[in-house]
């Protein structure tokens, strides 16, 4: 089948959570799941459709979600529960959300199960690390106090760092003769220990924080731990941010992998 005629894949996105709330003036005290915009477009970019995956009453129905879609993207958000790897919350703040955790842990399994590329996004790199056996640092700068600023409330999706991708990595062939980028940065957690099987492909090369991971062998798991669609906004209204990594190029490399997928036998 030619290029030109060739479906456009359907990409899961997982759902965040606005647990039932009696103070809410909407859809009071009602569970509401959604997902971002800027995901959704991210996903779409290249000409594919874009689906949100409910959490359902039952984890068996993701088995079907999983070899209906083609690839799942785990959005950003809350933190990830201490509990999911061992740990007791150091401070209320930090208790993440222990509902989304098992959901996405779930449907992170079925995707692989399937033999679907799963590719992670900021909360999603964590939770793919700790679903795999890694562990998280509830608070980078109470546990690294020596690191970066990497999440500036006032700055939100304006604060960027360097990254640099380690060579030898699939990254690194992604981004060939470009190992050397800068990314927005949004997160007060991140990977303390690497999951097992993981490769780190790419660091804040100021205080080696883990930027992007990937699974090693098997199923195609990787993670980033910025957020690729909020560059899409800021490329569009800022032509003075050339030194941003092209989020384009790790779209393709997860699409490749989908038709990959896709093409092979059920
Ligand atoms: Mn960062």
Redesign the pocket.
């Known amino acids: 089948m030619s290029a030109l005629h060739t479906p456009p894949l359907k990409l899961g996105v997982s759902a965040c959570f606005f647990h039932a709330d009696p103070a809410r003036p909407i859809f009071t005290g009602k569970t509401l799941q959604y997902i971002e915009q800027s995901v959704a477009h991210w996903a779409m970019s290249q000409g594919d459709l874009a689906v949100m995956i409910p959490a359902p009453a039952a984890d068996a129905r993701l088995a079907d979600y999983a070899q209906w879609l083609d690839g799942l993207v785990l959005m950003g958000g809350s933190d990830v529960w201490p509990g999911s790897y061992g740990e007791q919350p150091m401070d209320p703040r930090w208790q993440g959300d222990r509902i989304r955790d098992a959901y996405e842990m779930a449907l992170a399994r079925a995707f692989v199960a399937a033999g679907k590329p799963v590719f992670g996004v900021c909360r999603g790199l964590q939770l793919l690390n700790v679903a795999f056996g890694g562990t998280l640092l509830q608070d980078i700068p109470t546990q690294r106090p020596e690191a970066l600023a990497?999440r500036d409330a006032g700055l939100y999706d304006q604060l960027f760092?360097p990254v640099q991708i380690e060579p030898g990595t699939r990254l690194a062939q992604v981004y060939a003769g470009q190992l050397q980028s800068t990314?927005n940065?949004v997160?007060h957690q991140?990977i303390k220990d690497l999951a097992p099987g993981f490769v780190v492909e790419a660091r804040?090369p100021t205080d080696g924080?883990i930027?992007a991971v990937r699974l090693q062998t098997g199923p195609w798991v990787a993670a980033v731990?910025?957020h690729p669609e909020f560059h899409l906004t800021t490329q569009a209204s800022a032509a003075a941010r050339p030194d941003l990594i092209d989020d384009g190029l790790l779209l393709t490399d997860f699409r490749q992998a989908c038709h990959a997928a896709r093409a092979l036998p059920d």
């Open positions: 990497h760092h990314v940065s997160h991140g804040c924080m930027e731990q910025w």
